[in-house]
């Protein structure tokens, strides 16, 4: 019915883990019931244990359920899992672990318009700080606009053919069957679905709009 999220700032970082009890769990929340991770850790340099939680817990009346792992492919789902298969371009298996496809939301800003040139217009996102981006390449994916789910394809990377003195890490959007509408400072969610191939550098503009092309027809699938 509701979510309360603790901000995790210098004060809660070096509070032990009997003051987390006391003043979180007890006193400011009110705490009857907590369901926690068989791993969970809390308090200042994580001195707070499942164990204890739950013997602290007994002596408040608030029962602690302590939960197993949940394993795919006799590995734990974690969070650390998810990320290092997003960081390794590896969306399809982080979709497995999530339950959903690795998303994010980003405000569309200008760009070298490169893609128009080539026949292949693109979205240029600017992606919120703390969001994991996946390894450099080309992926198949959706893009939200407007409540509608268009499939797209994904270009993350540095455009090698094209080299620009930004040497920043760019997300491009190019939406199949693209509604024509101006798409300027909008926000767009995009899901990233599979991943096509790595980065390339091409020899030439047309051997890139030739592989463009065969991305797009693998991106319609």
């Known amino acids: 019915?509701?979510?309360?999220?603790?901000?995790?700032?210098?004060?809660?970082?070096?509070?032990?883990?009997?003051?987390?009890?006391?003043?979180?769990?007890?006193?400011?929340?009110?705490?009857?019931?907590?369901?926690?991770?068989?791993?969970?850790?809390?308090?200042?340099?994580?001195?707070?244990?499942?164990?204890?939680?739950?013997?602290?817990?007994?002596?408040?009346?608030?029962?602690?359920?302590?939960?197993?792992?949940?394993?795919?492919?006799?590995?734990?789902i974690s969070s650390t899992r998810i990320r290092k298969d997003i960081s390794a371009g590896q969306v399809k298996a982080a979709a497995k672990l999530l339950g959903r496809y690795h998303t994010f939301t980003g405000t569309v800003t200008q760009g070298l318009k490169r893609g128009t040139e080539l026949g292949f217009p693109t979205a240029n996102l600017m992606v919120p700080s703390g969001v994991v981006i996946p390894a450099t390449g080309v992926y198949a994916g959706f893009a939200n606009l407007n409540n509608k789910r268009l499939p797209s394809v994904i270009n993350v990377g540095y455009c090698p053919t094209f080299k620009d003195d930004t040497n920043e890490v760019k997300i491009e959007v190019h939406i199949l069957d693209f509604p024509k509408?101006?798409?300027?400072?909008?926000?767009?969610?995009?899901?990233?679905?599979?991943?096509?191939?790595?980065?390339?550098?091409f020899n030439s503009k047309e051997d890139l709009i030739n592989q463009i092309k065969k991305d797009c027809e693998q991106g319609h699938k």
């Not at 907590?34 to 707070?48: A, L, M, P, R, T």
């Open 181 to 201: 509408v101006d798409l300027y400072n909008k926000n767009i969610k995009v899901e990233f679905v599979d991943r096509l191939r790595s980065e390339e550098k």
């Open 1 to 76: 019915d509701a979510v309360l999220a603790l901000e995790f700032n210098s004060k809660i970082r070096r509070m032990s883990a009997q003051d987390y009890f006391t003043k979180i769990l007890v006193e400011s929340l009110n705490s009857k019931f907590i369901s926690i991770g068989y791993d969970h850790k809390f308090g200042f340099n994580q001195e707070g244990s499942p164990e204890k939680l739950k013997e602290w817990g007994k002596k408040r009346g608030i029962e602690v359920k302590i939960n197993s792992p949940v394993n795919i492919n006799d590995e734990p």
